[in-house]
């Protein structure tokens, strides 16, 4: 097997700033995607909220409406 080549410093230096360029770049998007999905998930959970008490609501009537005397 034949031994490794050296590199050259300016590739290495290319490697090391696209890869910290790279956390820089994830850092700021997830910075700014973070409050938009904090305000989905609550919308979402209000929305759960209300569909489920719609769901409720809809079994209390279809319940309602089978416990009759003229069956």
């Known amino acids: 097997m034949a031994p490794p080549v050296a590199v050259s410093?300016?590739?290495?230096?290319?490697?090391?700033?696209a890869l910290i360029a790279g956390?820089?770049?994830g850092k700021k998007r997830y910075d700014?995607?973070?409050?938009i999905a904090a305000e989905e998930r609550r919308i979402e959970e209000e929305e759960?909220?209300?569909r489920e008490e719609q769901e409720r609501?809809?079994?209390e009537l279809?319940?309602?409406s089978?416990?009759?005397?003229?069956?």
């Open 9 to 17: 410093p300016l590739i290495k230096t290319a490697r090391y700033s």
């Open 23 to 25: 956390i820089i770049y």
């Open 32 to 35: 700014n995607l973070k409050p």
């Open 48 to 50: 759960k909220k209300v």
């Open 57 to 59: 609501i809809a079994k």
């Open 62 to 64: 279809a319940e309602a």
């Open 66 to 71: 089978e416990d009759t005397i003229l069956k």
